[in-house]
């Protein structure tokens, strides 16, 4: 477990597919949900995710923590090890948006990584989701490219795209 100022970071355990499930619901009512890929909302589906990110427990491929102020699960971040590093996701429900809580917690999970070897770390988010690019920008990643992404299709079944930013962090600057 690493604390923060605020904060504790923990990985995530089974029994917290019902907080992970409050995230992702709450999530998928931001406007920022049209350029994220859906998650399954119902119990078993949910529960069954987070019993899989808990069973990387002992792993550095995929290492899924549980973010908490004091016993609440507010937030969860990911890295998924690529070539040099890893990739990064996470999210927050939007009653902790704006107060510091990801870049602090992500911020910590850093000098983590770091101390792990990892040499970059990588991540992507939609051009047009300025809150998640002001974060990474604020915890130093620069942008390195774009990509057209789609996880939606229209009612006539074509894709629905948005630009994407790929963004990366060198941790042995």
């Not at 009512?29 to 529960?47: E, F, G, M, T």
């Not at 770390?121 to 809150?131: K, Q």
């Amino acid at each position: 477990m690493i604390k923060t100022k605020r904060l504790s970071i923990r990985q995530v355990h089974a029994d917290d597919w019902k907080a992970i499930q409050a995230i992702w619901a709450d999530a998928a009512k931001s406007i920022y949900a049209q350029y994220d890929k859906p998650n399954d909302l119902d119990d078993q589906s949910v529960s069954r995710r987070i019993a899989r990110w808990a069973s990387f427990a002992d792993s550095d491929e995929h290492i899924f923590l549980a973010v908490c102020l004091q016993d609440v699960v507010i937030g969860y971040v990911a890295f998924n090890k690529r070539e040099n590093g890893y990739e990064i996701g996470y999210c927050f429900h939007s009653n902790y948006h704006g107060k510091g809580y990801a870049r602090e917690s992500i911020s910590s999970m850093l000098d983590v990584m770091k101390d792990k070897g990892a040499v970059n770390i990588t991540a992507g988010t939609a051009l047009n989701n300025t809150p998640s690019v002001r974060l990474l920008a604020s915890l130093g990643f620069r942008q390195t490219g774009t990509e057209k992404v789609s996880f939606y299709k229209d009612a006539d079944g074509n894709d629905i795209t948005f630009e994407g930013g790929n963004y990366e962090l060198l941790l042995l600057e």
